[in-house]
């Protein structure tokens, strides 16, 4: 059984650039949270997708958005990419339904490198 | 707003020494509690997790972690490390009731001498 996996591993842009990453959930699974862990700090949550949408946002621009397919996998884009961009991304995969938690597994990440 | 913190950044103990992990978050309402651990090159994987019942709470490979509701904590221990536990700790906080989302500390490095 496949866990969470994300692509690409490592990935280098420039300053203004858009990026693309991409992540599919643990079998059976049909949430998918994505957080951003800068060198040194933990994971910081950036949005979860339910259901093909966003069900929550965590303290980041508008330059961060996402998407949902109906497979469950999903995209992080970051657009007018910063040097601050620069950071491991996590994508973790859960069962949605309802408030109670549901473990969230986690995949390698994609390391992001903004020069 | 909610947080969560780590109070040592790096820990540096020789094998067969004990380990505790300072955790303390900040929020009123109800949390479900986890300690994640990242080994080098690995992902990050849940270690133990607290939702409700006995505070002390035991893990996979020894670990166990108690949560003191008072003091809005929940620290990690180990009576005897080994090399093979050097590896990054994160403590996270899931408040209940207003939230999705998981809430990390900013973790603590630990470093197992042979």
């Given amino acids: 059984d496949a866990g969470v996996t994300q692509s690409p591993t490592h990935l280098i842009k420039t300053r203004g650039q858009q990026v693309t990453l991409r992540c599919s959930p643990k079998s059976g699974h049909d949430t998918v949270s994505w957080y951003q862990q800068a060198l040194g700090q933990g994971p910081q949550f950036i949005f979860q997708y339910y259901e093909e949408e966003e069900r929550q946002r965590g303290n980041f621009p508008d330059r961060f958005s996402g998407h949902q397919f109906p497979n469950y996998s999903s995209e992080l884009n970051v657009n007018a990419l910063l040097l601050g961009d620069s950071a491991l991304y996590l994508c973790a995969s859960s069962l949605g339904q309802g408030r109670t938690y549901n473990e969230q597994f986690f995949g390698p990440g994609t390391r992001l490198t903004v020069l | ?114």
């Fill in chain 2, 1 to 114: 707003a909610q947080s969560v913190s780590q109070h040592n950044h790096h820990v540096i103990l020789s094998e067969a020494a004990s380990l505790e992990l300072g955790c303390n978050y900040s929020y009123g309402g109800t949390v479900n509690l986890f300690w994640y651990v990242q080994y080098p090159g690995q992902h990050l994987q849940l270690l133990l997790k607290y939702f409700s019942g006995d505070p002390l709470v035991k893990g996979i490979k020894g670990f166990e972690a108690e949560f003191i509701k008072s003091k809005f904590s929940f620290n990690l221990r180990k009576p005897s490390v080994q090399w093979s536990d050097t590896a990054e700790y994160f403590c996270a906080v899931f408040p209940m009731d207003s939230s999705y989302k998981l809430i990390f500390g900013s973790g603590t490095r630990l470093l197992v001498r042979p």
